[in-house]
């Protein structure tokens, strides 16, 4: 990962989800420095359930903003995972 000069400039995207990652992408392909932003703890691959559901529930299921009723997301998302 490059570490970007305090000097220089450069983008920064809140989020590295679908969007982000992409956006992300696309503009240090192009030669524009950016810098993602995410929400939680630095984890490192090893921290990481090599499993679909277990991954479901590191990421998504155990996540408050997601579960907690105040986000319009948890009122779609979970009906539909949970059919």
Do not use: H
Not at 17 to 34: N, S, V
Not at 42 to 52: G, Q, R, S
Request: aromatic fraction near 10%; charged fraction near 25%.
């Amino acid at each position: 990962m490059k570490k970007i000069d305090k000097k220089e400039k450069a983008i920064v995207i809140i989020g590295s989800g679908a969007g982000g990652g992409t956006m992300a992408y696309e503009l240090t392909k192009a030669g524009i420095p950016c810098v993602c932003l995410e929400a939680g703890p630095y984890l490192k691959p090893e921290d990481y359930t090599n499993d679909e559901w277990g991954a479901f529930g590191q990421m998504a299921w155990l996540d408050k903003r997601t579960t907690s009723g105040t986000w319009r997301v948890s009122k779609i998302f979970l009906d539909f995972q949970l059919g």
